[in-house]
Structure formats: structure tokens, C-alpha cells
């Protein structure tokens, strides 16, 4: 092991712990409505959620089994924003998929054009919903990390930014816990892809199909219900406690 990726491996494996511990602690004030405190440590969960979709971007690029080569890592490393570079990942991913199965020798720029029907939506589809959610996240990560807990500002801090504002203000435990479920399936097929390839041809329909399902959720889900349900749970005692945990 690398002492580079060592070093990620630990940020990553840190990270994990401090997202399940906010997560856990905004479920139960929620559960016993403690509102005022929610409203902080759920913005603190979104920080966290989007640290982790850089930080296990590099563990996935800088994994010791990987077989990623030097040139798709350069590629991903060089796609732009957080978004672009899971979205050029899921080229490789692809690419390689589609070489094992067919015995070709398709490069990531050969992606989505290759593809067999199917394929081609599934990965219009985790494309689509890694751009939505991806960037909408590091907006308000950024926020975040500049104090605007409330309000966001402009570039230059002369005045209010009134589209992220209202992304910032849209902060909830629901949408954080399923954002959460969603991002989990993104990094497990790549996980598959580049590190356990008998598990990425088995389950990458199934990863692709858990993103949809939560991006679902995400805009037509019953979160007062979702909110209720856990309230009730809670004053069960130990069910309560089953459920304060992750998805």
C-alpha cells in the first residue's frame, strides 16, 4: 500500500465516521424535535456527505488494486468540477464492462456511443443524476465552508446569491439520508468496476438501479410521513434505535 493512498484511505475511513455520527445525531433530534439543533447539524451532514464524494474519488483513483491505467486516471483527474469527474469515471467503467464482455478494446471516449441500447439509458440515467445532485451538493458544500449557513452570498460577497440560497435553505435529513443512499450506489459500482470485476458484472445493473430509485424518492417521496415514522419508532424504544442509522 502506498503511503498516498494510505493517507486517503484514512481521511476516507474518518470522513465515513463523522457523516454516521452527524447523521445519528440529527436522526434522534428529530426524533425527539429538537428542531432548532437539526437545522445546524443537518447542513453540517451535507458538508460532510460532499467531502466524501472527493475524498473517495481519489481512494477509487488511487487504489493499489485498481486497474485503472495512468492515462483514465489522468483523464478523470483532468474532467473539471466533482460531477464531470465521476461522470468521466463512469466512461471508464463502462468502457472497461463492455471490453470484458465483447472482447473489444473501446477507450472511454468511445462512451455512450458503443453501447447497447439498454446500457446507453442506464448510463444516460447515473450521468443525468450524478450531475443534478453532485453539483447541487458542492454549491451548497461550498456555502457551507464560507459560513453562509443561512444565506449564501456572491462570488465577491456584495451581495445574496438567490439560486443557492434557496438550494442551501432545501437542506433536510431526508433529502441528506436518501442523497446519501443515492451517492453510496455511485461509489459502489466503480468500486466493483475497478477493483471486483466478477461483482461489477453482476451488480452494476442493481447500483444503477438503487440511483434511480433514490433520485425517485428525492423528488416525489413523503418526507412528512418519512419524518412521522421515525417519531413514532423512537418512542418504541429499541426500534428507535434500529433506525437511527444509516439507510
Known sequence: MSSLFAAIDANTRQGTAALVQTLRQAKRQVAENRLAEVTVTQRLAALLLAAQYETRLHWLLSHPDSRLSPGDIASVRGAGGLAQKWNA???????????????????????????DPATRRIYRQMNHITTAHLDTLIDMRNSLAHGEWSTALTRNGDG????????????????????????????????????????????????????????????????????????????????????????
Open 160 to 247: 445574496i446569491n438567490t439560486a443557492r440560497t434557496t438550494h442551501l435553505r432545501s437542506i433536510t435529513l431526508y433529502r441528506i439520508v436518501i442523497l446519501t443512499n443515492l451517492l453510496e450506489h455511485l461509489w459502489k459500482a466503480h468500486y466493483d468496476a475497478q477493483v471486483t470485476h466478477a461483482a461489477f458484472e453482476r451488480d452494476f445493473n442493481s447500483h444503477a438501479i438503487g440511483m434511480v430509485n433514490a433520485a425517485h424518492r428525492l423528488e416525489r417521496g413523503d418526507e412528512a410521513k418519512w419524518l412521522a415514522d421515525m417519531r413514532r419508532r423512537y418512542k418504541n424504544g429499541r426500534t428507535a434505535r434500529e433506525a437511527l442509522t444509516l439507510p
Open 89 to 115: 469515471l463512469l466512461r471508464t467503467s463502462l468502457a472497461m464492462r463492455t471490453n470484458s464482455s465483447i472482447g473489444s478494446c473501446y477507450g472511454p471516449q468511445d462512451i455512450p456511443t458503443v453501447l
